[in-house]
Nanobody, 123 residues
């Protein structure tokens, strides 16, 4: 049974930082790209960042470029999202996802999803 488990969410003041983790288990993820998405209340799920298996390619949504960094440790089957200079508009449930092949910004192209972790940037 494939599982993606996110952790590291919480409440942070605007301008602060958080690091999310996503631990994958249940199968080999060799060749799989990983992505982070987020969904705020009343909004569609939005692509945040993606990274391919070799870590050679990373992609970011326009709203997070220069503030967020995605990385992965294949030996640990774990992907990370370092979030700096968080703003209230970053408040959302953050999901990690996995797909076979290259990075995609489309939710329907991902095979596996985690349950999500809440991130709130508020004073």
């Amino acid at each position: 049974q494939v599982q993606l488990v996110e952790s590291g969410g919480g409440l942070v003041q605007p301008g602060g930082s958080l690091r999310l983790s996503c631990a994958a288990s249940g199968r080999t993820f060799t060749g799989y790209s990983m992505g982070w998405f987020r969904q705020a209340p009343g909004k569609e799920r939005e692509f945040v960042a993606g990274i391919n298996w070799s870590t050679r390619y990373t992609y970011y949504g326009d709203s997070v470029k220069g503030r967020f960094t995605i990385s992965r440790d294949n030996a640990k089957n774990t992907v990370y999202l370092q979030m700096n200079r968080l703003q209230p508009e970053d408040t959302a449930v953050y999901y990690c996802a996995a797909r076979s092949g290259g990075v995609s910004s489309r939710t329907y192209e991902y095979d596996y999803w985690g349950q999500g972790t809440q991130v709130t940037a508020s004073s």
